[in-house]
């Protein structure tokens, strides 16, 4: 063999088979939705759950789960939520990694309402840098960005109903019950929530077009995120998700030992 191609062996094989070793340390991947209220991540949550089994964080239910069983976050947390007061983001952070480290999250998890903006996603994103748990390093693997026009969104939430006691949903135009205004299953009187108005709902989209939206620029930085065309039947969005899933990459591992893996092949071609 030419000198210049053992002394690239001599150096590089031991430097390919250590990063390819951090590469295959077990990991728990993280997912995160961003989408506006009404963009249907809920219902696509539960698909992620049933493809791959992993947790859903909804920040507002952790929140109010951590208040029920009285933990010492949630302690904490209940009386500002009982004031209408925001819930500080270490306080969040708190319950991320506190749920993150339960069995039923070994697999992974999907955050939905977290991060909100940019210094958030920084404190994730050094939370998950410090994590492990059973020698698993915990990474944020993809950002599903659901992009939807304002009036749809108008439309959909301000026809939506509610049974309260089970949480079933219906939508007076898109999905009515049987019998207007009672709930298929019981027969009770559905509800509307009362942010679900035009006025709540136009504030909270400009507040998540302020704040959320340049989340996704600073996961695109990172080549994280997955740009969704939610304005389509449920089934073409997950679709969209579904396909995003069977791509494989290495981002399992950090992107430097992976560009150094990448160099190497160059270099032995």
């Known amino acids: ?5 053992c002394l690239k062996t001599f150096f590089l094989v031991p430097t390919a088979l250590f990063y390819l070793s951090i590469c295959r340390m077990s990991t728990q991947a993280g997912f995160v939705f961003l989408g506006p209220p009404g963009a249907g991540k809920g219902t696509q949550a539960e698909n992620i759950k049933a493809k791959l089994g992993v947790c859903h964080l909804s920040t507002g239910d952790m929140l109010r789960a951590a208040v029920a069983h009285k933990s010492p976050l949630g302690q904490i947390a209940g009386p500002l939520m009982a004031a209408g007061k925001l819930v500080p983001d270490d306080l969040v952070l708190g319950l991320i990694k506190e749920n993150i480290s339960t069995p039923a ?3 992974g998890f999907l955050l939905d309402g977290f991060p909100r903006n940019v210094t958030q996603a920084k404190a ?3 939370l998950l840098d410090g994590y492990s748990q059973d020698n ?5 693997k993809k950002v599903y960005h659901f992009e939807i026009p304002d009036e749809v969104l108008v439309a959909r939430i301000c026809g939506r109903l509610v049974h309260k006691s089970s949480g079933r949903t219906y939508h007076k135009t898109f999905s009515p019950p049987k019998v207007a205004g009672k709930d298929d299953v019981t027969g009770e009187p559905l509800i509307q929530r009362p942010d679900d108005n035009e006025e709540t709902l136009r504030s909270r989209l400009d507040t998540f077009h302020e704040q959320t939206v340049p989340v996704a620029a600073y996961y695109r930085a990172q080549n994280k995120v997955v740009d969704l065309n939610a304005n389509l039947p449920p089934a073409q969005v997950w679709s969209q998700i579904n396909k995003s899933l069977d791509e494989p990459d290495c981002k ?3 992107s430097k030992p992976c560009s150094i893996i990448g160099c190497i092949q160059k270099w032995f071609k």
């Open 105 to 107: 999250c070994a697999t």
């Open 124 to 126: 994730l994103d050094s």
């Open 252 to 254: 399992s591992c950090s």
């Open 1 to 5: 063999f030419p000198p210049t191609f």
């Open 136 to 140: 698993k390093k915990a990474y944020v």
